[in-house]
């Protein structure tokens, strides 16, 4: 985490010209990440900041007040990004980060990925490599803008964490953003699909609506 706060300040200061950066608040009826739910279907109320550098080079944060499953897991997550991003031609692009996603009250449950992502056209790869024996995990998604909208289906697998298959597995997902005057709406369904245990299966819908400010 030393490193990743050594890099995020130095990416921050090294350059004084931002192409664009962003403030992004949401409200969301449920926290999802990876196909599993991380609020027990409750709503969330999250916020990232975003950096754009126009030599490549991007940063971020976030925090949202999920994962409050029981009064021992953690109440809020935080977390950071910083990396670099190369575009070879308007639809061809390739993107290195890396990320640290913190539980200020649950310190155990902290990890660490690198992502790589490969973008072209409607169409995006991203693979995240854990640290410190966290699982790897990918991803392949698509989207399409049409007028204000934008449908999207993803598809994600992960490896288990230190050889438990109870959790881990496969997700899939698709849905529509529609943006309206400064708001997005965002609607869609999620299917988990457990490696182990079959009772830790999951779907839903989940809503959100989330506001963009520039700066």
Known sequence: M????KLFILLLFHSATFSENEINLSINSDSIWRGITQNNGEPTIGADINFSLENG???GAW???CCSE???YPTREIGFFAGYEKSFTENLAISFNYIGTNYPNSKIDNYDEIELNFSFYD???SYFKGLDDFPDYYELSYSYDFLN???FFSYGDFDSYKNDNTSNGSNYSFGIDSLVKDFTFSF??????AN???????DGVVFSISKKTFF
Not at 196 to 202: K, N, S
């Open 149 to 151: 909208n934008s449908v």
């Open 2 to 5: 030393k490193i990743f706060i």
């Open 70 to 72: 029981t009064s021992s």
């Open 188 to 193: 869609f369904y999620y299917h988990f699909n």
């Open 123 to 125: 169409f995006e790869i």
């Open 63 to 65: 925090i949202e007040n």
């Open 57 to 59: 080079f991007f940063s």
């Open 196 to 202: 182990g245990l079959r009772d830790m299966d999951d």
